[in-house]
């Protein structure tokens, strides 16, 4: 039971840390690597 507290627990803090860190990130980074390769397509 505790393990399972313990999974749970830690999944929760991850998906905050996604929240507020990797998909910000991700948005910066993805936008530029997205406009970066559209612009590579279209030449």
Do not use: Q, S
């Not at 507020?20 to 406009?35: H, S």
């Amino acid at each position: 039971m505790l393990v399972c507290c313990a999974k749970l627990f830690i999944l929760v803090i991850v998906r905050n840390i996604v929240n507020y860190v990797v998909i910000p990130l991700a948005r910066l980074f993805g936008t530029k690597w997205i406009e970066k390769h559209f612009d590579d397509n279209k030449k």
